[in-house]
């Protein structure tokens, strides 16, 4: 009888095999030391692996503080928990909601646990995000139906203005036959931005930062003496493929919108470059996107307001036009992107996600 071949041992790693999920995974020791971690945990709590080896969980991840007893405890009496929607605070960090499980292990007299956390907030944004694309979509549509019914008209209006004039090039009414030619190129105009950037993005290798620069310096030249320009960002950042003139053009608008939110007050904007890891748009799981963020220190935006500031015409300005961000948007939008934004009084952040590789996984 044959004997069958020995299967060969694995290449892959067991890093390699954490890396690929999207639940936080965290090992420490019997001293609560961090002992290894995943991709999805630097994301999620914005640590690097590197710097968090051997080091004390509750110093490297401030979140876990208020938990410190009960981990210890846990290793102790050798009695894992799971935790639904646990709520992980620190000051002057992000709130973050999990589902918890915490299993010890042992390793001869060594004891340790292994923790997973699924943060909840990734999956609710993931699930406003593709409201929020169901939203846009239905909105473009309308807005080209609506589009189309204004135009044919208001072709036919500004043609039989043009008649008279020449029909009667002396008369006296011919001022008003002007007004009428001035206003439909004016709506025409309108029609037309509303429907937004007319060709595909032209996409290349891009430095994201000298978009950025470009952009503050812009924004520095229109002059606002009682508002510092800010900027903090990333160099480690690879380039991203995208549409330099498209991508100016929506990082204006909103760096424009900020500049607005501080009009007759004294205070910042300050454009951020970070990277994500394990980020989700548009229904495709990204391993790396950029992000971008435009934030203000005005007066911010009324909750009642936040879901709306995307649609046209939808401004708390008198004078606005209500285009900016929903061009930009659209913008964003071509290049498999998303904007996001948070705001209370004193801080408003518009978040810029683009990703580096058109639907990686």
């Known amino acids: 009888m044959a004997l069958l071949p020995r299967p060969r041992p694995s290449k892959v790693k067991p890093e390699t095999l954490l890396d690929g999920l999207t639940s936080a995974v965290i090992c420490v020791d019997q001293k609560l030391a961090i002992a290894g971690m995943n991709l999805a945990a630097e994301s999620l709590f914005g640590v690097g692996r590197k710097h968090a080896l051997h080091e004390t969980l509750m110093q490297v991840i401030p979140h876990f503080q208020p938990h410190e007893i009960r ?4 290793i102790e009496r050798f009695a894992g928990f799971i935790e639904r929607e646990t709520r992980l605070a ?12 915490v299993t010890p292990f042992q390793d001869g007299k060594l004891r340790g646990l292994l923790m997973e956390l699924l943060p909840l907030d990734r999956h609710l944004r993931i699930s406003r995000d593709e409201m929020v694309s169901a939203q846009h979509q239905a909105s473009r549509a309308m807005i080209r139906g609506l589009a189309h019914e204004i135009k044919n008209p208001l072709g ?9 004039e020449r029909e009667f090039p002396d008369s006296e009414h011919r001022e008003y036959t002007q007004v009428i030619i001035k206003e439909a190129d004016r709506l025409q105009n309108l029609v037309n931005r509303m429907l937004g950037p007319n060709r595909l993005p032209q996409k290349a290798a891009l430095n ?11 924004a520095q030249a229109e002059g606002q003496a009682n508002v510092t320009l800010l900027r903090d960002y990333d160099p480690s950042i690879p380039d991203v493929f995208a549409d330099r003139e498209q991508l100016i053009q929506a990082v204006l608008n909103v760096v424009r919108n900020a500049l607005q939110a501080l009009e ?4 910042s904007v ?3 470059s970070r990277t994500r890891r394990q ?4 229904g495709h799981r990204h391993k790396l996107v950029a992000q ?4 203000d220190t005005g007066p911010g935006i009324a909750v009642e307001m936040i879901e709306k500031i995307f649609y046209p015409m939808v401004t708390t300005r008198p004078d606005g036009t209500g285009l900016g961000l929903p061009i930009a948007q659209v913008l964003i939008h071509s290049h498999g992107g998303l904007i996001e934004c948070t705001s209370r009084p004193g801080q408003t952040v518009f978040s810029i996600f683009l990703p580096f590789v058109q639907g990686d996984a």
């Open 270 to 272: 300050l454009l951020r």
């Open 90 to 101: 620190h000051n002057g960090h992000a709130l973050l909601t999990v589902d918890w499980t």
């Open 156 to 164: 036919g209006i500004r043609g039989a203005a043009q008649l008279l």
């Open 292 to 295: 971008i963020d435009i934030e």
């Open 208 to 218: 994201i930062h000298e978009v950025l620069e470009h952009v503050r310096q812009l």
């Open 279 to 282: 980020f989700t748009l548009a």
């Open 71 to 74: 981990l210890r405890l846990a």
């Open 264 to 267: 007759g007050m004294s205070g």
